[in-house]
């Protein structure tokens, strides 16, 4: 069993950054895949960004690729959105995900998820 937990999320101008961090529990955060996803207002939850287990392999989603950067760091068993030049497209909840596995792929789909965080809200505004 893992348990995610989220934080770094607030209020911020346009253009301003945030950094999110999603924290993980157990012995084991070097098995998981990572993923962001978010959730706007009145919206479905669509997918931001993905990590592989070691790090090496990440995908965004269009919109999001170039400001935003996902890391982790496994001695930690944290995950990191570095999230840059803000719009107000970007405001929602933001949620952290994990999957164990054997391999050193990214997933960007929610059903390939096995763990998720509480969410964390991102507001962005003028």
């Known amino acids: 069993q893992v348990q995610l937990v989220e934080s770094g999320g607030g209020l911020v101008q346009i253009g301003g950054s945030l950094r999110l961090s999603c924290a993980a529990s157990g012995s084991t955060f070097s098995y998981l895949a990572m993923g962001w996803f978010r959730q706007a207002p009145g919206k479905e939850r669509e997918f931001v960004a993905a990590?592989?287990?070691?790090?090496?392999?990440?995908y965004f989603r269009d919109s999001v690729r170039g400001r935003f950067t996902i890391s982790r760091d496994n001695a930690k068993n944290t995950m990191y959105l570095q999230m840059n030049s803000l719009t107000a497209e970007d405001t929602a909840v933001y949620y952290c995900?994990?999957?164990?596995?054997?391999?050193?792929?990214?997933?960007?789909?929610?059903?390939?998820?096995?763990?998720w965080g509480q969410g964390t809200q991102v507001a962005v505004s003028s």
């Open positions: 990590m592989s287990r070691s790090g090496s392999s990440t």
């Open positions: 995900a994990a999957q164990f596995t054997y391999t050193d792929l990214w997933r960007a789909d929610p059903r390939q998820y096995e763990y």
